[in-house]
């Protein structure tokens, strides 16, 4: 990952020459300086993943049960630990799939802007996951 979209895409000074060379095709558009400022981008995505994770009991120590009935191109499991459950739904397909499931509660984090979620159903979009509450 390149830092910036300048001279060296931030990895030395300009007058420096880098131990790797910079791939000069793409620097401009995959970097962390222009990723930060992009709420949707992966670098944001995988900070938001890792911070709910951390903060997040049952994703990190809870037991893990595979849900019966999705449809074969999403993989949807449930995270419990204590008193708290976690619902991971990931859609693989390249068409949205409409997913039965019982007491979903607050979204936690959503790759797609339209995701439907209802008490007893979540519409997810084709390669896009959600992670919901239970219970």
Known sequence: MQWTAGDNAGFCPP????????????????????????????????????????????????????????????????????????????????KTANIPLENIGAVLLDTSEVAGVATRAVTLPARSAIITTCG
């Open 15 to 94: 007058d420096a020459a880098p131990w790797l060379p910079v791939n000069e095709h793409n620097k401009h558009e995959r970097n962390v300086e222009r990723q930060q400022a992009d709420g949707r981008s992966l670098l944001n995505l995988y900070r938001a993943l890792l911070t709910l994770r951390r903060e997040t009991p049952a994703l990190h120590a809870g037991t893990l049960t595979l849900l019966d009935g999705t449809p074969t191109h999403v993989l949807g499991y449930m995270r419990r630990h204590e008193n708290q459950s976690v619902v991971v739904l990931l859609n693989f397909g390249k």
